[in-house]
């Protein structure tokens, strides 16, 4: 359907249901041609976890599911743990690893490269003397990113590089299973391990179904010792994830049901009166896997480009970024901006500011690529013309708001 509107604005939103309408062209006397179709996300046949353990103390089952493996024949597990636990061990409150296993405590310092992913499987590799039958991974984005990886390079071989893209993995990794210990990006439940490859800048993930954990333990009491900013800014990420999601045009039922669920969690956790209640950690564990099952099957929209350049450029963490990028999407997300300033004071959280002042013209122009790289999500949100409304001067503009 094709409508016209007279005025020039920003963005264009239906009446009726809010959603972005894509801006098809602009005439000479202002008058804009519009379209409401929705797009085809173009992802069929989609891929979930294929089990998974909820509630309270459910770690304590992870030995069990462990030595089904192991069984037959001697076998070892490869435990790749947050290295947040390696002075906090009585904090996950798990049994002790096999001998014959290995534990490796990642840093969380620095977010995944495709460089680091090749030195660990070549670590793991190198001390490996029995056959790996599982790998774990226990901690937060960062570490199950890096878990996915792992067991898919373990068993495809080559460079963490070779898959960045979709569906590019030949065959299945090693068996997987996922321990979130943060809640909000969702890697526990997406087909995506996202890495930056320092050669190129290029920030993207192995897309591919043998990404997706076979195994994931949801227990709420892994996140209770979080710091609380790092507790908001995570679980802010849920949250703008599912409402980039559903302000796009490339949309389906299920990601949208899964969106509004995840939306209506973190709205309970973050509008109510202790956001690291045992009720709120349970919530926003649901909502984390939630919402990476709704981004599994759409896109984000502008916030997410904008972050990627934050992290490309000045190496600022992801959910931080999206944080510090929210206080610019005032245009684009107008309702979902005054939202996310409520939950910000209500549970009185410091965002870093001005964290772009000072930058030279040489980083603005990084900035800008890094951002304009993300077609996808940007044609999400503003239609195809996008780069009409995404211009250099435009991107400098927003990012000096940050
Ligand atoms: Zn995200």
Redesign the pocket.
Known sequence: MLIYCREKKTSYRCPRDGRPYIVLQTSSIGKIALMTTTLDTGISNARNVNRYLFGSGTIGQLTTLLSERRKKKEKQVVYLVDEYFETNSSALGMSSPEPEDQLIYISTRDEPTTQSIDQLTEKINGSSKKEICAVVGIGGGITLDTAKAVSNLLTNGGSASDYQGWDLVRIPGVFKIGVPTLSG?GAEATRTCVMTNKDTDLKLGMNSDHTVFDQLILDPNLTATVPRDQYFFTGM?AW??CVEALNGSYRNSIGDAFSNQAIALCRSVFNGEDMMSDESRGKLMVASYLGGCAIATSYVGVV?PFSAGLSVVLDLH?CVA?CIVMMAMEPYYPKEYGEFRTFIDRNEIVLPRDVCQGLSDAQFDALYRATIVHEKPLTNALGTGFSSEMTKTRVRELFERM
């Open positions: 990006t990420d703008i994830h997410h992801h999206n």
